[in-house]
């Protein structure tokens, strides 16, 4: 029960690997609403301003809308570089959350004692649905505003109305925070889930390393991705029919994934590509040709070591404008020449 409580209070009722593996999508859902909301804010606080200088009922709320312009501006600041700083992100939206809550506050507190306090109470609910974060987080800010409003209530106002505001503030920052962290579980569940189908789209499931699809997708960016030079290293495995016809295909699917680990190894997962049943490719970045050349025979002496065989080729490419349909097509003629080279010196007739 206790394990159960602290994943919905920490994780939404996730996990600590999920929860950690969506952060920075919602680091960017966050920054985006509180951009949004930041730029609403501003543009209707300076209005709300303008008129404070023409409507004669407004002109004792001016100070609250000098603070929350002030406020809104340095919001979006925040909101802008949150995209680029983790930590700003999350002072994003917890000052988001102070500038309404504050403002609800000094309304129903400061400049309207006499009133029952409603813009308060209708933020109290709102405000904590617009953003994503640990529930025990949001909880904990509301509960800080629900005892501050409390704490101004009682220096301000008196008799029924005071005793109203505080019953409204507790069965309101209840049912805030019951509806955020129901909210945010579906939020979070909903980001994690969207996760792993993107990565089941994208991920051999024998291998584990990236699959056609996720190669087809990211073709068309590597142009741009490399700074100096670009290889493309063609991988094509010798043997794998003969071997699933004369010890099984759990022998070749075994085999399929030693080669794939010592790919893995020298080129690392992200641009590591099983497209086919028996061939791979690779793309190397700003590397020296030696060093790629010296990998490759790495991959090729572990290979053989193991009593397997593939056929290599590779393409290399420096400066801008590389063609890169032409260099995968290059490095393939090269594999399917070392392939016939393989075939011819071991006296074999190539499928």
């Excluded at 109470?121 to 994503?132: D, E, H, K, Q, T």
């Excluded at 955020?180 to 024998?206: C, F, P």
Aim: charged share 20%; net charge neutral; proline share 3%.
């Amino acid at each position: 029960m206790l394990k159960r409580i602290k994943n919905y209070a920490l994780y939404a009722d996730t996990d600590e690997v999920s929860f950690n593996s969506i952060r920075e999508q919602m680091q960017h859902y966050n920054c985006f609403i509180a951009l949004c909301f930041a730029s609403a804010a501003t543009a209707l606080i300076t209005i709300m301003f303008l008129l404070s200088f023409i409507v004669e009922g407004l002109a004792a709320t001016r100070p609250v809308y000098i603070y929350g312009l002030i406020l809104s501006v340095i919001q979006i600041l925040i909101a802008l570089l949150g995209k680029k700083h983790p930590l700003l992100s999350y002072i994003s939206v917890y000052m988001a959350i102070s500038v309404f809550m504050i403002y609800g506050i000094a309304i129903g507190t400061v400049t309207r004692p006499e009133e029952q306090t409603v813009t308060f109470m209708v933020l109290l609910v709102l405000v904590p649905l617009l953003f994503v974060d640990r529930p025990i987080n949001i909880a904990v800010s509301l509960i800080f505003y629900i005892i501050l409003f409390i704490f101004m209530a009682c220096k301000t106002k008196t008799g029924t109305i005071l005793t109203v505001d505080i019953i409204d503030a507790i069965i309101f920052g209840l049912l805030s925070i019951i509806s955020e962290t129901v909210a945010n579980r579906a939020k979070i569940k909903g980001y994690v889930l969207e996760r792993w189908l993107r990565i089941m789209s994208e991920t051999d499931q024998m291998t584990g390393l990236r699959n056609r699809n996720s190669y087809e997708m990211r073709l068309p960016l590597y142009s741009t991705l490399y700074q100096q030079s670009i290889c493309c290293i063609y991988m094509d495995v010798n043997g794998l029919h003969e071997l699933n016809n004369s010890k099984g295909h759990k022998a070749g699917d075994d085999m399929l994934c030693f080669i794939a680990n010592t790919a893995l190894r020298q080129f690392g997962p992200h641009d590591l590509y099983r497209i086919g049943g028996d061939e791979y490719v690779a793309f190397v970045m700003d590397t020296p040709l030696d060093s790629i050349i010296s990998d490759i025979k790495t991959i090729r002496d572990t290979i053989t070591e193991k009593g397997y065989f593939t056929s290599i080729g590779y393409a290399f490419h420096e400066g801008k404008d590389v063609d890169i349909n032409k260099l995968i097509i290059d490095a393939e003629t090269r594999m399917y020449k070392d392939k016939a080279e393989f075939y011819e010196k071991n006296n074999l007739n190539p499928r």
